[in-house]
């Protein structure tokens, strides 16, 4: 056994068990358990990935420049107020380790994604959980959960697992109510499934205590190539700067995912599919007895009556060659988290969850 022990923290981080992705015995999965986008990437992003071959030898771009014009220009942000990272995961990485540390704390929910306590914990923070009423982010239970020690409060918008999200309104009356020395960190990772909505960004340029975080993983369609941003007060991103190593992001990610941003046609097509199938697959579950709240993200989170019957359900669905998600994590035992997938998919889903019942 090695002498040396880790940090304080570390070990009450329980390592991470992602979405499955085969069951022993079936063949031709479908894999719903972790909010990919079933259509792929944008055709414009696969050629951009074929065209880097050709510059694998050099380092990648350090400041991320294109990139981030191109953010610019496509979400009307300043792009020099973006940070890009290693998935927006690295982006909660870099708040945690700039702003959070041994005696102070990190404020999230008990429905809030799972990366918010493993960072916080990596940092030597205290994760504080706060309890919510009815699964929706609950901005006052968060305002009560907030000390002279909190440095950050994450909230998703929409959220996952649970699908719900709360109005601008709301995410200002939290960013205007938290302690002086605290950031709001405002995940958008599902931002883009809800049309109309900026993600928080607009928020983020008349406050100085709100950052924004996006992704490449969910409706681009870019998970595999792990690209996330963030978007804050210029001081912020400034420090995150100091803390992100030079060569964070491959040139072959940088360039499918600037390709990406710019197919708006894509993403146009991604957002409609996914709120008609979405949609259509909640419909069926509740006609089937399994209901789940109105989600704004390519997930629906179904209401079982209780875990055992959640648990047989994902068995069930499992050797129909179905894998979802079991929540049990985020406090949420008798629910399964299903991802909108193709048309064919979401029928299947429907099919063997009454076939279940
Ligand atoms: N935030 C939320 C709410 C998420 O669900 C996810 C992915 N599951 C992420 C952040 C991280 O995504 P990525 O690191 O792939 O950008």
Redesign the pocket.
Same mark, same amino acid.
């Given at each position: 056994m090695t002498a040396i022990k880790p940090q304080p923290g570390i070990m009450d981080i329980a390592l991470y068990v992602g979405g499955k992705s085969h069951v022993d015995g079936v063949t031709n999965v479908v894999k719903l358990s972790?909010?990919e986008n079933p259509f792929g990437p944008s055709p414009a992003a696969q050629e951009a990935v074929k065209r880097s071959v050709h510059e694998l030898h050099r380092y990648p771009s350090t400041d991320h420049r294109a990139l981030r014009d191109a953010i610019g220009e496509v979400h009307g942000v300043d792009p020099e107020r973006v940070i890009c990272g290693v @998935?927006? $995961?690295?982006i909660?990485t870099f708040l945690c380790q700039a702003y959070a540390g041994p005696g102070t704390e990190v404020v999230y929910t008990e429905h809030g +994604?799972a990366?918010y306590r493993i960072s916080a914990l990596a940092a030597g923070a205290t994760p504080v959980e706060v309890r919510e009423r009815e699964r929706v982010t609950d901005v006052d239970a968060i305002l009560a959960g907030c000390t002279d020690r909190t440095r950050l409060v994450f909230i %998703?918008n929409p959220?996952?697992p649970t699908g719900t999200m709360i109005g601008l309104a709301e995410v200002e009356r939290l960013a205007e109510g938290l302690p002086e020395q605290c950031l709001l960190v405002l $995940?958008g %990772?599902?931002a883009e499934y809800v049309e109309g909505y900026d993600g928080g960004a607009k928020l983020v340029e008349h406050r100085d205590n709100v950052v924004m975080?996006r992704? +490449?993983?969910k409706l681009y369609g870019l @998970?595999g190539l792990?690209v @996330?941003w963030g978007y804050g007060p210029k001081d912020v991103i400034d420090v995150l700067n100091r803390v992100r190593g030079p060569f964070n992001l491959s040139g072959t990610a940088l360039a499918a995912a600037e390709a990406a941003v710019r197919d708006t046609t894509f993403v146009e097509k991604c957002r409609s599919e996914n709120t008609r199938l979405r949609g259509w697959m909640a419909e069926a579950l509740a006609e089937h007895g399994v209901p789940s709240d109105t989600s704004t993200a390519n997930f629906v989170l179904a209401r079982f009556a209780d875990q055992e019957e959640a648990e047989a359900c994902d068995l069930y669905l499992q050797k129909q060659g179905l894998i979802v998600r079991r929540v049990a994590g985020y406090n949420l035992p008798h629910c399964l988290r299903i991802t909108v997938g193709d048309e064919p998919s979401c029928r299947q889903i429907a099919h063997y969850v009454g076939l279940f019942k």
């Open positions: 972790s909010n @998935g927006s $995961d690295e909660i +994604f990366m %998703a959220n996952n $995940d %990772a599902y975080t992704t +490449f993983s @998970g792990r @996330g």
